[in-house]
């Protein structure tokens, strides 16, 4: 009986595949994934109160994933790509000001109402779904990301301003794409 079952299951998986492939069907899936792998950042990692801390220090994103094709095939994929944490002024100040901040250790820096106080802004890549195409193809679109930081006046009596930071799209230049061609029989 185990037996006739199988053999039932692969000649329904047999004709399945043949009928997809007669249609030209050779759309991969995911099959697990995706999961965020070792060597992906846990934010900032600085204290943006400290002296000495970086302006721009990166922010690294892995991960991993299995693609599969109508006839079995398997592949397994990893995506890598980075961003970056910016360190800015949130508060309201002149911009002299932040030469008496900086090179003390201030305290200052991490009191969210001092005009000293500082914080990191982060910029992560942008991880698109992936597009399955019926020709085999798989792409997965990423884009790195950058934060421009920008100066807002806070008030036209004083012209005392502070800082915002957007995160800016860079290069899909770590993209992911794998190609597969499906037979056109159940061999």
Same mark, same amino acid.
């Given at each position: ?50 002296? =000495? ?45 932040? =030469? ?88």
């Amino acid at each position: 009986m185990k037996r006739i079952v199988k053999m039932a299951v692969g000649l329904l998986s047999c004709v399945c595949i043949s009928y997809h492939m007669a249609l030209g069907d050779c759309t991969p899936r995911t099959v697990s994934g995706p999961t965020l792998l070792d060597g992906t950042s846990q934010g900032c990692g600085w204290d943006s109160g400290q002296d =000495g801390v970086p302006n721009f220090p990166p922010l690294t994103k892995k991960e991993a994933r299995t693609i599969a094709w109508p006839d079995g095939y398997k592949v397994d994929v990893t995506a890598t790509s980075t961003g970056e944490c910016r360190l800015y002024y949130p508060n309201c100040h002149w911009n002299f000001e932040l =030469g008496f901040c900086s090179n003390t250790g201030s305290d200052n820096w991490n009191d969210p109402i001092s005009f000293c106080y500082r914080q990191y802004f982060q910029c992560w890549p942008e991880f698109f779904p992936p597009d399955y195409s019926s020709n085999g193809n798989y792409q997965q679109t990423i884009y790195r990301a950058t934060g421009k930081v920008n100066q807002v006046l806070c008030g036209s009596i004083i012209n005392d301003d502070k800082e915002t930071v957007e995160c800016q799209r860079g290069a899909a230049d770590d993209s992911v794409t794998q190609t597969h061609t499906c037979p056109k029989s159940c061999d």
